[in-house]
């Protein structure tokens, strides 16, 4: 098992930039396919980002693209979204999530909130 712990939200300006950190215990993560996920007010939590174990993939989806990275620091054992040229419309509660390559994300942080004024 792991547990996930988010941080790095705030509020910034748009075009701004901000990097998410999730921080896990227990397993190690590289052993885990992560993935970044948001939810605005009022919407469903939406698909951000996402490594699959060993790091060797990425994927984004497409509103992100040439704006968000994720990486890992298996030392640390974290992953980081490293965020750039915010705009109002990322603003949410991030979260992060892990799961055995295969199998959905058992494993929720408690998400961090990211607001970008216009």
């Known amino acids: 098992q792991v547990q996930l712990v988010e941080s790095g939200g705030g509020f910034v300006q748009a075009g701004g930039s901000l990097r998410l950190s999730c921080a896990a215990s227990g397993d190690p993560l590289d052993i885990y396919d992560i993935g970044w996920f948001r939810q605005a007010p009022g919407k469903e939590r939406d698909f951000v980002s996402a490594?699959?174990?060993?790091?060797?993939?990425?994927s984004y989806r497409d509103s992100v693209k040439g704006r968000f990275s994720i990486s890992t620091d298996s030392a640390k054992n974290t992953v980081y979204l490293q965020m750039n040229s915010l705009k109002p419309e990322d603003t949410a509660i991030y979260y992060c999530?892990?799961?055995?390559?295969?199998?959905?994300?058992?494993?929720w942080g408690q998400g961090t909130q990211v607001t970008v004024s216009s």
């Open positions: 490594i699959n174990s060993g790091a060797t993939s990425t």
């Open positions: 999530a892990a799961g055995l390559p295969g199998s959905s994300y058992d494993y």
